[in-house]
């Protein structure tokens, strides 16, 4: 009962989409009565903490957070509850009955011996129905991309049920077992297409609602006028408007305002875009307005171009799925060829001959393995596409799921990439400060170090640069006025003074290269760096004069998201250009043994490619704008933040900013490709047994379907339970 009246479903899929209807509308209601509250990160760093799970009926899932309500995943344009449920209610319950009688026909087909001597009157047709029934079912039902050819599930039933009538019509002594082997050949056919399309049920539903939640209009600005288009008529080039409260139509890079976004279709958080940020089509503005340059439109979108074009589905086109489509339409006429020609030595009659070919197809060709393992897979492309992560291609997401080695970029992924100073020192007998404090002395000393530090950072971009500066100005210390400034890249920069001396600020490696001693300051910087600091020096003339110490915090999800890549059997690599102090003490807070401590951003591209020599694939996670060397050189490349932006070269780009799901990127193919492997053994194994069973004629030819049912059963078994 709803609503104090009865409902009447065909059966139990109507009924789950009159449920996920009426919650729809329900959720439009109350958005229009009062926007949805969203969680930033910056309100709840772990909103994200562990993986999320896939919704209900594999709705786009989405990030757990305290107080967070889920969004509702696209525009208010839902069908009615009973539009949801009527639309093919009398077909499918005709489709099913008929699915039903031919199951029946086929059992009965080994069965009717019971009744004795009517039994060979009746066997025939019995087979014959239930032949005519999965036909009518496979007709009726659209060939999905991902199934093999319906050639290798009704090509040797036909050919089964052709040979159970020429032997019925010769008289073969094995007329009765050829009949059977038809009559469960076509039984077990239909049951293998039912529980192929109850499985696939929830995933077909799920695409349509993704696809459905970005059939948008948005306002194209066209000769200083906004126009309003389909999203899909929009080009990538031209300039496009969202205000506040509306989705975005197509992946675009903001060119002017700031607003805050929930980032990608279904995401309980928001993210601050300004000028410069890539945004993806289904995310949806929650205050100002922003004006944006499209950079992907159409099919092409990064949230629907591996949903909507069914040849480029991860179903589909995943090498494992498609590699193994291909061995079973192959196969399937390979190894009836190769048991006939067995059987044929044996002396078998021609009617026996092509009865084993066919039971040699049927044990071979097992539609449920390759079926299931493409629903695996579906199944964690959506689950990705919950947590933000869109792939370039389907080859894209197994190569990611065969990463051994994931290396972080330090700056920006695990760690914050806001330092601040804790420390500035001067080096000498005068002012100095005592071991192990981390205030610096308000003395002259340490003002002129500051000011000399801040006056060279000024020629740089980088975050200790901004530390640096930050710092004078919070002090009120006024830069030097330095002149000629150079900065080395990952080394420091060097400049002349007011007074005309040289002047050097950096790490250790950029004094050893301006030939400037640094044992004076070493124990200090040894004993800063082993407590996880960073330690600028700053050389006047040719000595040292004093250090800055910087502190770097862990982000938010960091170590859950090392946790994540262990727990997928992935080796974490710590890369930075940090001391080796400074790597190590990181490492060992986040649990990473590996790390890869002075490497400047240059050399990353190198360090990257050595690590890939000793066979292993090696992923990187970083930004795009900071460690494009090393996601240049990743075998996987996981860009963070990069999800809509126009390059599109990276292999797995991140709608989001968070490190989690960039581990997520890696462990969610992986494990989709482990549960593939895992089903392929199950469904094979039965089928195997029996194909070897007929060529050397041990067992009776109706092992075949039963063996193929039993693998079947086995790999939607497995499915089940993977997805729970």
């Known amino acids: 009962m709803f609503d104090g009246k009865f409902e009447y479903f065909c059966r139990a899929e109507c009924k789950r989409e009159y449920v996920h209807a009426r919650g729809r509308l329900r959720d439009q209601d109350l958005a229009t009565a009062s926007p949805p509250e969203v969680v930033s990160y910056a309100e709840s760093p772990s909103a994200s903490s562990h993986a999320p799970e896939p919704a209900g009926d594999a709705d786009v899932a989405v990030d757990a957070a305290p107080g967070a309500r889920i969004l509702e995943a696209g525009p208010p344009n839902a069908e009615t509850p009973r539009q949801a449920r009527i639309p093919g209610r009398n077909g499918h319950s005709l489709l099913i009955g008929v699915d039903a009688m031919g199951i029946v026909c086929g059992v009965l087909a080994p069965a009717i011996g019971l009744l004795g001597a009517i039994a060979d009157s009746v066997r025939l047709p019995l087979v014959i129905f239930a032949w005519l029934a999965l036909l009518v079912g496979v007709g009726r039902s659209p060939r999905d991309p991902a199934d093999p050819q319906t050639l290798v599930v009704v090509g040797p039933t036909t ?30 056919a239909i049951i ?314 950096g790490g250790r490696a950029i004094m050893l290269e301006e030939k400037i001693g640094v044992a004076l300051a070493d124990t200090r910087v040894s004993g800063l760096e082993a407590e996880g600091r960073s330690v600028l020096l700053v050389a006047l003339g040719e000595r040292v004069i004093g250090l800055i110490a910087l502190q770097d ?36 807070a986040l649990d990473i043994d590996h790390v890869r401590p002075e490497v400047l951003p240059g050399d990353r591209g190198a360090e990257v490619r050595a690590l890939a020599e000793g066979g292993s694939i090696v992923g990187v996670i970083g930004h795009p704008a900071m460690d494009d060397g090393a996601l240049g050189a990743a075998d996987v490349a996981v860009a963070m933040g990069a999800a809509g932006s126009t390059p599109g070269e990276w292999a797995v780009a991140l709608a989001s900013d968070d490190v989690r799901h960039a581990a997520l990127a890696l462990a969610i193919p992986r494990a989709a490709r482990g549960r593939a492997w895992g089903a392929i053994a199950l469904g094979a194994i039965p089928g195997t047994i029996a194909l070897l069973a007929i060529a050397f004629g041990v067992a009776p030819l109706a092992i075949a379907p039963l063996a193929t049912l039993f693998g079947a059963l086995a790999v939607a078994i497995h499915a089940k339970e993977a997805a729970a």
């Open 159 to 188: 050919l089964a049920v052709v040979a159970a009538c020429w032997a019925q019509r010769v008289n073969d002594p094995r007329a009765v077992g050829i009949a059977v082997l038809a009559g469960l050949g076509a039984s077990v």
């Open 192 to 505: 293998v297409e039912r529980l192929v399309a109850r499985a696939r049920f929830r995933i077909q539903g799920a695409r349509r609602r993704v696809l459905d939640a970005l059939d948008l209009r948005v306002r194209v600005i066209h000769d200083g006028e906004k126009v309003e288009r389909a999203a899909a008529e929009v080009r990538p080039g031209e300039q496009v408007v969202v205000d506040g409260g509306e989705f975005i139509g197509v992946d675009a890079t903001v060119t002017a305002g700031e607003a805050h976004v929930v980032p990608w279709l279904g995401a309980r958080i928001e993210v601050l875009k300004r000028e410069g940020n890539p945004v993806v089509a289904g995310a949806r503005v929650t205050s100002s307005g922003l004006r944006m340059t499209t950079t992907w439109s159409g099919r092409d979108r990064a949230w629907i171009k591996l949903l909507a074009v069914p040849s480029a589905r991860i179903d589909v086109a995943a090498p494992t799925v498609r590699t193994l489509r291909h061995v079973i339409e192959r196969g399937v006429p390979a190894a009836g060829a190769l048991v006939g020609v067995a059987v044929f030595a044996g002396n078998a009659t021609p009617v026996e001959v092509m009865a084993s070919v066919c039971a040699a197809a049927m044990a071979f060709g097992v539609k449920a393995v390759c079926s299931f393992v493409g629903l695996r897979f579906a199944r964690a492309h959506l689950e990705a596409l919950a947590s933000g992560i869109a792939y370039k291609d389907a080859r894209a997401f197994e190569r990611a799921g065969s990463v051994d080695i994931a290396i972080f970029s330090a700056r920006g992924t695990v760690l914050l990439g806001e330092p601040e100073i804790v420390a500035v020192e001067n080096v000498g007998p005068i002012g100095r400060v005592p071991e192990g404090s981390e205030e610096p002395p308000c003395s002259d000393e340490t003002t002129r170090v500051l000011a000399l530090a801040a006056g060279a950072e000024t020629a740089s971009s980088h975050p200790f640069a901004s530390a640096v500066l930050r710092a004078a100005r919070v002090s009120g210390v006024r830069p030097d006025a330095v002149r000629n400034a150079t900065v080395h890249a990952g080394l420091g920069v060097t400049a002349l003074s007011s007074t005309g001396k040289r002047l050097v600020v």
């Open 553 to 588: 915090g862990l982000r938010a999800g960091a170590r859950a998201a090392v946790q994540t890549l262990l727990d997928a059997r992935i080796e974490p690599v710590l890369l930075s250009g940090e001391a080796r102090e400074t790597c190590e003490t990181i490492g060992r």
